[in-house]
């Protein structure tokens, strides 16, 4: 996508981010900083290195939350295991509709075990980046790489509260799946009985997983939101990010 274009009162600085929307940024203070340069001290060189890491390692995450809607999936799986459920009222307990179904409802479970584990690295990873971003602080660092935090906590934060949206639709409906189970009329004479539990068991770490993510998340989204506050009001920087297209990416799934 177009770059990120800083606009300062003594100069343009253009930052390069894939997968960005096009992104303004005013700096309404005149400083001199110029950002970060080569220089002879050893200071100066350990500063630029930290810097370095820190943006790395934040644009890292922004731009792989950009080609990330597994979210998107969790939520539609959902509720096409709560359609597969609903089918089966008034059929025959022990009929031949029931096997289909459950496997049916067994490959939406193990495509959602799959993303849960995508998501915990995902989770993970924000969280570590989000706490280093809040422990390390960017005060020390110079106006450029003040400015690319600000653009990228900005972009992460806004994947992470369309993240937390999906997966918390996600966890509402699979509460639900799970709740309308014990309606079904299953009991200890059924044949799908051990199939059904095991089946349960796995849905109950799916609800537990996703609560921990969605917890995690919009935890360090308050973070993040402190941080750019504070880089704001800091810097008098302004920054204005195109919200995210959610139809867009719901319909390349």
């Not at 929307?21 to 340069?37: L, Y």
């Amino acid at each position: 996508m177009a770059s990120n274009i800083v606009e300062a009162d003594a100069e343009e600085i253009e930052l390069s981010t894939k997968d960005v929307s096009s992104t303004t940024v005013s700096v309404k203070n005149g400083s001199d900083s110029t950002g970060p340069t080569q220089s002879d001290s050893a200071s100066s060189i350990t500063t630029k290195k930290k810097s370095d890491l820190l943006t790395s390692d934040l644009q890292k995450v922004a731009e792989s939350n950009s080609t990330v809607c597994k979210e998107w999936n969790a939520r539609r799986l959902s509720e096409l295991m709560i359609f597969d459920l609903q089918s089966l009222k008034g059929k025959e307990v022990f009929g031949p509709e029931i096997v289909s179904v459950l496997d049916y409802i067994e490959r939406k479970v193990k495509l959602n075990e799959d993303i849960v584990i995508e998501f915990r690295e995902f989770s993970d990873e924000v969280v570590s980046v989000i706490q280093h971003v809040e422990t390390t602080g960017t005060s020390h660092l110079p106006l450029e790489y003040r400015t690319f935090v600000l653009i990228n906590l900005i972009i992460v934060r806004q994947e992470i509260t369309l993240k937390v949206k999906w997966l918390s639709i996600a966890k509402s409906n699979i509460d639900n799946f799970h709740k309308n189970v014990h309606t079904m009329g299953f009991n200890i004479y059924s044949p799908h009985l051990n199939r059904l539990i095991i089946l349960l068991d796995k849905i109950k770490m799916i609800r537990i997983a996703l609560k921990s993510f969605i917890k995690n998340l919009r935890k360090s989204a308050d973070v993040a939101s402190t941080i750019i506050e504070c880089i704001k009001k800091e810097t008098g920087v302004k920054v204005e990010i195109p919200p995210l297209d959610i139809s867009a990416r719901s319909s390349k799934n």
